[in-house]
């Protein structure tokens, strides 16, 4: 049965005016054409030496582009995107909208059509979930349960499908693939240029994807975003999220090299946390078997 959560761990980002999809095109690694208002998009933002500044999802509403991102990072991300503005006839902001999510929400009975308020968007890279946007005048279809516990479950299944988390911890620390936005279908190779595209571009078409975002499991509490991967001969990655399951253990998301991607690696120096890989929805290329 579908159940409506909220989401207090995320914010939205808007994008409205006549030059959006212009402007967007020319920053994000998503195609904008592409973007409707019944189901998200990933897609990242880099900066010039393509590293990710944002990671997540993106759909129309109404007259904006909305971009999914972390409530910590939310209002200097928009800050930043002002910068490159210039001339460009757009408006960006992080106006108060309600954003609720609906776990189990495959075949769920949708209140409202999905240009309408409130506004329900399939979640790309997992058809279980939806995202559900409403205006400070309009309320959810269904009540949201308290956070804490389901925003936990809503951020656990984001590990689950392999969906990358950038927070201020980890901004201008990947490149796009290696927090797998190939794929998930979060990158177009063929749209033209934008920040960071050569980078990106030259990444693919080289071969030279050295690291991948792999998932585990660990006892204890979850490590914090940005947390070093350890392996006999010393750092191979950085934890990208993690939250902690019903069982007492934790499930990450890592990014990690991958000439040590098959050996033993632990959270502590020592060996004293050890990494358990899991399986993720999508295969690994560079790995037999994914």
């Known amino acids: 049965m579908a159940s409506i959560v909220q989401l207090d761990h995320l914010r939205l980002i808007t994008v409205t005016g006549p030059d959006r999809d212009q402007f967007l095109q020319g920053q994000l690694t998503q195609d904008i054409a592409r973007l409707g208002p019944a189901t998200t998009s990933l897609g990242g933002w880099a900066d010039a030496r393509g590293r990710l500044l944002w990671a997540g999802h993106l759909f129309r509403r109404a007259d ?74 309009s309320a959810s279809p269904g009540p949201a349960s308290a956070p804490g516990g389901a925003t936990d479950e809503w951020r656990l299944r984001d590990i ?29 190779f063929s749209k033209g240029c934008y920040t960071g595209q050569e ?34 001969h010393g750092s191979i990655g950085q934890v990208v999220n993690a939250v902690q399951t019903a069982t007492h253990t934790s499930e ?19 060996g004293s946390r050890p990494l358990t890989r899991l399986a993720l929805p999508y295969a690994i290329p560079e790995l037999a078997g994914g």
């Open 199 to 232: 980078i990106v571009a030259r990444t693919r078409f080289l071969g030279r994807v050295k690291r991948r975002m792999l998932r585990f499991a660990v006892m204890g509490t979850p490590p914090p975003h940005g947390a070093t991967v350890h392996a006999g």
């Open 64 to 137: 904006s582009i909305c971009l999914v991102a972390a409530a910590a990072a939310a209002n200097a991300l928009a800050a930043r995107l002002k910068l490159f503005v210039l001339r460009s006839r757009v408006q960006i902001a992080c106006p108060e909208l309600h954003l609720n999510g609906c776990l189990d929400a495959r075949g769920a009975d949708r209140t409202a059509p999905s240009d309408c308020d409130p506004q329900v968007i399939a979640l790309a890279a997992d058809p279980t979930r939806a995202l559900i946007v409403a205006g400070p005048g």
């Open 252 to 270: 990450l998301l890592a990014v990690i090299r991958l000439e040590a991607a098959t050996g033993a690696c632990s959270l502590e120096a020592d």
């Open 160 to 188: 689950r499908a392999g969906i990358p988390e950038i927070v201020p911890a980890t901004s201008g620390e990947f490149v796009p693939q290696m927090v797998n936005l190939d794929l998930l279908d979060g990158i177009s």
